[in-house]
């Protein structure tokens, strides 16, 4: 005769099994059952980046790329070894959120590695393009036209007011040209 025992957790149990005849006559036996935990298999870190695609900065931007979201399946509060590439260069990333400003025009791969305390690594990438902020052309100000009376045939023309879109000085020149008059100007 077969009995099962059904839905054991990890733990010892302490069996009695008796055994009775039409008679009355029993017989009797102890069993110990030992059920373990089922075996961990390490998994490798879950990495994420956000943002990590397609990301346009300018220069002058400031980027966070953010590595909080990454998980492991280990203990909680297990340090992961976090090693940031970018385009071949490594350093290595002890925070979560990585700030990145001032950055040269140019493409950036970073690739996020992180190694858990069983030694699976999880890999995340971040592509950044840096592109040169436009430079429009300086804006001309001459000031208002000028309407003088001859004999006087001097005029001063303030070009002081032109202005450039990244805030440089303006270098004001200013030409001469004759134009022929018909005489009733």
């Not at 001032?102 to 791969?109: A, F, R, S």
């Not at 592509?127 to 001063?156: F, M, R």
């Not at 303006?170 to 018909?182: D, H, I, N, P, Q």
Request: aromatic content about 6%.
């Amino acid at each position: 005769m077969l009995n099962s025992i059904l839905q054991l957790v990890a733990g010892k149990y302490g069996l009695e099994v008796l055994v009775y005849d039409d008679e009355g006559n029993y017989g009797r036996d102890f069993v110990n059952i030992t059920v373990r935990r089922e075996p961990h298999v390490n998994k490798a870190p879950i990495v994420i980046i956000s943002p990590s695609t397609n990301i346009t900065i300018k220069p002058s931007d400031k980027l966070i790329l953010d590595a909080s979201k990454t998980s492991d399946d280990g203990p909680k509060g297990e340090t992961l070894g976090l090693l940031q590439e970018v385009s071949g260069s490594r350093d290595y990333w002890t925070q979560p959120l990585l700030t990145l400003k001032h950055l040269n025009v140019g493409k950036y791969l970073f690739k996020l590695r992180v190694t858990d305390g069983d030694g699976a690594v999880g890999v995340a990438y971040a592509n950044v393009t840096v592109q040169a902020e436009p430079d429009y052309p300086p804006t001309a100000d001459a000031g208002e036209s000028v309407l003088i009376q001859l004999p006087h045939d001097e005029v001063t023309l303030d070009g002081g007011r032109s202005k450039d879109d990244k805030g440089s000085n303006c270098k004001v020149f200013m030409e001469t040209g004759e134009r022929k008059s018909s005489g009733n100007e």
